[in-house]
Antibody, heavy 119, light 107 residues
Framework: EVQVVESGGGLVQPGGSLRLSCAAS????????MSWVRQAPGKGLQWVSGITNSGGTYYTGSVQGRFTISRDSSKNTLYLQMNSLRVEDTATYYC?????????????WGQGTQVTVSS | DIQLTQSPSFLSASVGDRVTLTCRAS??????LAWYQQKPGKAPKLLIY???TLQSGVPSGFSGSGSGTEFTLTINSLQPEDFATYYCQQAHSYPLTFGGGTKVEIK
């Protein structure tokens, strides 16, 4: 069964850091593009970052320079390193597998991990 | 960045109704658009990609159309399990973006 499971969320103070993990199973995540998508409480979906099968990385403007997406193919795991966190980064963060090797459509989503940035 | 505007934001309908949701892009995106369904407390679910291709396992009552800047998602006969929020997403260029969503509520 194709599945992704996120972990690593939690409560952090403004300016702090967190690293989210996304463990993939049932498929080789390095073969596909992968994305992080977040949803603030009561709000819509926001694409945050993506990595292509060739290793190209992309970010939405508000996280550029603060977040870093990466993958460990040997562990079949995707990461999102989040630095200089702000209150407005508070959200549920979803990991998603893309249909193709480059940015496209998210056909398999995790259950999400909650990130709360508060003092 | 490509902006996606969904309308309406809220839609009140009855079981059995046929409903049409709209998504407009700020620039042409060919057919590089997807639709997702999200229920409260759950992850989104891919319904349609490439503007009109039904994702495997999605009921045939869902259909999508459009190209360029204007797209529609049609639900032919609303079922109780279809009451949810629907989002469009463009895959034309990075950063990928979502529309603001349309919440379909029971009348």
């Amino acid at each position: 069964e194709v599945q992704v499971v996120e972990s690593g969320g939690g409560l952090v103070q403004p300016g702090g850091s967190l690293r989210l993990s996304c463990a993939a199973s049932g498929f080789m995540s390095s073969t596909y593009a992968m994305s992080w998508v977040r949803q603030a409480p009561g709000k819509g979906l926001q694409w945050v970052s993506g990595i292509t099968n060739s290793g190209g990385t992309y970010y939405t403007g508000s996280v550029q320079g603060r977040f870093t997406i990466s993958r460990d193919s040997s562990k079949n795991t995707l990461y999102l390193q989040m630095n200089s966190l702000r209150v407005e980064d508070t959200a549920t963060y979803y990991c998603a597998k893309n249909l193709y090797g480059t940015g496209s459509y998210n056909d398999c989503w995790g259950q999400g991990t909650q990130v709360t940035v508060s003092s | 960045d490509i902006q996606l505007t969904q309308s309406p934001s809220f839609l009140s309908a009855s079981v059995g109704d046929r409903v049409t949701l709209t998504c407009r892009a700020s620039q042409g995106i060919n057919i590089l658009l997807a639709w997702y369904q999200q229920k409260p407390g759950k992850a989104p679910k891919l319904l349609i990609y490439g503007a009109s291709t039904l994702q495997s396992g999605v009921p045939s009552g869902f259909s999508g159309s459009g190209s360029g800047t204007e797209f529609t998602l049609t639900i032919n006969s609303l079922q109780p399990e279809d009451f949810a929020t629907y989002y469009c997403q463009q895959a034309h260029s990075y950063p990928l973006t979502f529309g603001g969503g349309t919440k379909v509520e029971i009348k």
